[in-house]
């Protein structure tokens, strides 16, 4: 995956995943991870930077745009992670990621990039001791400050811009809210995913693209239902829970190989990021006026109605139906579980050249 003979560093265009059929309530999501050297050893430490991303429901993506930099890297590593709640020993999985690759992109694509905003880093259980309440509703937040973004935003570059994302929950996640505040403190703009589903989660194009400045502040909230008795924590488990906001942005700050330098600093890791955690709110009430505050009806699945005063007056209002969006799954290197817990299990595979690459002309 490094420079052809002139020195053009390789790009991705697209990708697409293909799960092994009957896999889908087995293969939770999948992450490809740049790597430069030797870091691929670190299996998972801070040298390896996720690129691309996929979780239940996601077929792939094509980003018409734009193409992803593999500049500075000198090979991918892709990793499945799974679930195995029946804890059964003898499942097998034959799934794997396409990556369409070129060293030639149009020169009027854009350089997109990743970041994540949030707890993509996974700290929150760890460095906070935060847990989903049991029997209530739980809202987290954080937020990415403007010194955290001007610190690594390189010389002459004032704004990024996200043209999408994929929100990241695990079962429990009702609501997600990305806010961006400008120096003042006023809101510039909002991304709300009011009926978040973990069964199908998806990278999707933002209706209208977000411009992040250096002097602004990413606000990301969280918001759960837990209608069991025993508290969730936070972690890398699917019965545990998780907050990231994935984005794809453009221009790549090219000074920066870590997506994750937004999440949550602090413990032994703070010196690689520097966002932070600010609220823990708990209640019976926290997801209906949330969505109450987001211009939708207390019910999941409809508004209410205004009764008409008279019959030659009644004009008709319909109930909004829940917006889920419903999708198939993947359909179609051998991998055997052997662990029988309930907890994910993670398979790496390193890729030197590329795991499914399809070089275009």
Request: charged share 15%; net charge negative.
């Amino acid at each position: 995956l490094g420079p052809d003979s002139e020195g053009n560093p390789a790009h991705i265009l697209a990708f697409n995943a293909v799960v092994t059929h009957n896999n889908d309530r087995h293969v939770h999501h999948f992450t490809v991870k740049a790597f430069s050297g030797f870091q691929a050893e670190l299996c998972g430490g801070y040298g390896l930077h996720t690129i691309l991303w996929g979780a239940v429901g996601t077929n792939g993506r094509v980003f018409e745009d734009g193409a992803f930099s593999l500049a500075g890297y000198t090979g991918l590593t892709i990793e499945f992670h799974y679930d195995n709640p029946d804890r059964v020993s003898t499942i097998t999985d034959n799934s794997y990621v396409e990556i369409y690759i070129t060293h030639n992109p149009p020169a009027e694509l854009k350089k997109l990039a990743g970041i994540n905003f949030g707890d993509g880093s996974v700290r929150t259980t760890s460095d906070f001791n935060v847990a989903i309440a049991g029997n209530t509703d739980t809202a987290v937040t954080y937020e990415c400050p403007a010194a955290c973004l001007a610190n690594n935003f390189p010389s002459g570059q004032d704004d990024i811009t996200i043209i999408g994302a994929m929100p990241h929950t695990h079962a429990l996640g009702q609501v997600f809210e990305l806010t961006l505040l400008d120096k003042d403190g006023k809101v510039k703009a909002s991304s709300v995913q009011n009926y978040y589903t973990y069964d199908r989660q998806s990278y999707t194009p933002l209706p209208t693209p977000i411009t992040v400045g250096k002097e602004d502040t990413v606000r990301t909230r969280c918001v759960y239902t837990n209608t069991g008795s025993d508290a969730v924590p936070f972690g890398l488990g699917s019965h545990e829970e998780m907050c990231i906001f994935i984005a794809v942005y453009y221009p790549a700050l090219d000074n920066v190989l870590n997506p994750d330098f937004c999440s949550v600093a602090k413990g032994s890791a703070a010196s690689f990021f520097c966002g932070a955690f600010t609220d823990n709110e708990t209640g019976p009430d926290v997801v209906k006026n949330t969505r109450l505050a987001n211009g939708f009806g207390a019910e999941k699945g409809s508004c209410e109605t205004q009764q008409p005063q008279s019959e030659s007056t009644s004009t008709p209002v319909s109930t909004q139906d829940d917006p889920k969006v419903t999708q198939e799954p993947p359909t179609a290197n051998n991998i055997t579980f052997t662990d029988s817990s309930s907890r994910s299990t993670s398979v790496s595979a390193i890729l030197l050249v590329a795991l499914i690459s399809k070089l275009l002309a």
